[in-house]
């Protein structure tokens, strides 16, 4: 691979080796599908300020659980809704964000 990763490589946090917190990593990862499927309503029904307040949150807490990945691809959502880009581009962003999203796994690769 060319240090690009697959859409189906699993994503693990910084964190989840660290036995102190390796418990709320976990409960974060099993938190997701929820997150995925409340950006999917919002997106269906255009609430594009709910959308956008759901990718702010998911945007730090991403980064405070150690899901670096997840972070900048919750902000493009976030900046998109802010800017107005055309619902297209919203809509792409948001389908990167979930793939990021449903990708993140607890604990370590092996």
């Known amino acids: 691979m060319s240090g690009t990763t697959s859409r189906t490589e699993p994503l ?3 964190l989840g080796g660290d036995p102190d917190l390796r418990e709320i990593v976990n409960l974060f ?8 499927t409340t950006l999917l309503k919002q997106l ?3 609430d594009w300020e709910g959308l956008r307040h759901t990718t702010h949150q998911l945007r730090g807490a991403a980064g ?3 899901f670096h990945a997840i972070s900048p691809a919750a902000g493009a959502v976030e900046d998109a809704i802010r800017s107005r880009q055309p619902e297209a581009q919203i ?7 979930i793939d990021l999203c449903r990708r ?3 604990g370590t690769p092996i």
């Open 104 to 106: 993140a796994r607890g």
């Open 29 to 36: 990862v099993a938190e997701m599908p929820g997150r995925v």
């Open 44 to 46: 269906h029904a255009q």
């Open 91 to 97: 809509r792409q962003s948001v389908a990167s964000l």
């Open 64 to 66: 405070s659980y150690g």
């Open 12 to 14: 693990y946090s910084t």
